[in-house]
Nanobody, 120 residues
Framework: QVQLVESGGGLVQAGGSLRLSCAASGSIFRINAMGWYRQAPGKQRELVATFATGGGRNYAESVKGRFTISRDNVKNMVYLQMNTLKPEGAAVYYC??????????????WGKGTLVTVSS
């Protein structure tokens, strides 16, 4: 009953910026950690950034200083501001969240992904 929907993907020139959004909806009691992952063609899915409920943020070394993750706990949303995009940043970006539902079940949820294409 919980859904995560990403948006904001698209085509951007290398060096440009893009902001991704993820909205969580459904029978949500509490959202704990939220994060972004990505998967490029021929590669495994990798962690990009995470944001814990308490405010702790972690980033992959490859995006530190360029990407910023943020949350809006009132609207149940998480964002990923991507600056100085590189061609290797092209991938399908997925939103993930660790959620406790209204009946107190806890599990990870995933969105369907949004495609980011970077031209060089």
């Amino acid at each position: 009953q919980v859904q995560l929907v990403e948006s904001g993907g698209g085509l951007v020139q290398a060096g440009g910026s893009l902001r991704l959004s993820c909205a969580a909806s459904g029978s949500i009691f509490r959202i704990n950690a939220m994060g972004w992952y990505r998967q490029a063609p021929g590669k495994q899915r990798e962690l990009v950034a995470t944001f814990a409920t308490g405010g702790g943020r972690n980033y992959a070394e490859s995006v530190k200083g360029r990407f910023t993750i943020s949350r809006d706990n009132v609207k149940n949303m998480v964002y990923l501001q991507m600056n100085t995009l590189k061609p290797e940043g092209a991938a399908v970006y997925y939103c993930s969240a660790y959620i406790a539902t209204s009946d107190y079940r806890i599990m990870d949820y995933w969105g369907k992904g949004t495609l980011v294409t970077v031209s060089s």
